[in-house]
């Protein structure tokens, strides 16, 4: 992998992992309505295959939302990264002048 490459990836981490997230929700999807068709062959009883596919849905839906809470704030520590490595620096290294907020204020 080039040098030019990295760089286009570190940019914009939404993008190289946009993808990801539309895989994830219909694996999930699909995992579910396979899990439903194996308890309607299995279970002769309603409830039984509500008890089946209510309890495996809600930890696959629980995954998935764990996976996007994660991502979701990894992209946003990258961008705020991204935001303070933009901003002018002083040659003492702190924020110049021109970034900090004026007397009085806050």
Known sequence: MGKGQQSSEAADPCKRQ???GA???IAGLVAI?????????????????ATAVGSVSGVIAALIGAYFGIRGSTVA???????????????DGTASDETKPPDGAG
Do not use: T
């Open 33 to 49: 309505v396979i899990i439903f068709g194996a308890s309607l062959v299995r279970f002769s009883k309603a409830s039984d295959v």
């Open 77 to 91: 520590q990258a961008q705020v990264i991204e935001m303070m490595n933009r901003q002018p620096k002083s040659p």
């Open 23 to 25: 895989w994830i929700v």
């Open 18 to 20: 946009a993808a990801w």
